[in-house]
């Protein structure tokens, strides 16, 4: 499968009017947050089998405390277990890896932020769609599976679901923007897309604790 990020590159992200570092480009493409599991192949036809009984999941877990940064300016509780890690634009909650040993990661939500500027009067939809041309050049094989408006606790959204090469990793995530009076938002939450099934309702029960500033 061919893969368009090298290692030891950064591409640089634009959010809002500012050329920010890809947080998570810079993470896998350096090995720093090198994901792990096995992703699924699906190139067999699927055996005719019983759908066994479905155990309930038990309720998501969250930081007890939540994550707020006023420079940023927003809040998130992040998954209980997840490691915070914070820079001057951005900020990243990931789940260390099982089986990869300290600092990798299987999963991971970041939030970028920076001043809106121009983009104060666009709508979300416009945003997205200058967002899309930048993911394009972060992973190869880019497939927006899912777009539209969404809620992310009671603020209005827009979101794209995806899935993407990066550093050699079969990758699937949801990416949103968000704005308010000052601030451009961009959160992305993703995970090895063998492990995404497992990871994300919990994903997704972070996101939804999101709020501005």
Known sequence: ????????????????????IGIIVFLVASGTFKFSGSTKNNSQAP????????????AVKLSAEPFTDAKLGFSISYPEGWKPNSATTNATFYKPSDTKGEGKADALI???SAAIGEYKDTKLATIADLHKVQLKKQFSDLSIIKEGEIKVGDQDAYEMEFTG????????GRYMVLTSSTNLYAVLGGANAGLWNDLKDTI??????????
């Open 204 to 213: 997704n029960a972070s996101i939804q604790t999101f709020k501005k500033q």
């Open 47 to 58: 055996q005719a089998t019983s759908k066994p009984t479905e155990a309930p999941k038990p």
């Open 110 to 112: 970041t939030i970028f």
């Open 165 to 172: 090469v990066m550093g050699g990793e079969n990758m699937r």
């Open 1 to 20: 499968m061919k893969s368009s990020a090298q290692r030891g590159i950064v591409s640089p992200l634009m959010i809002g009017g500012v050329v920010v």
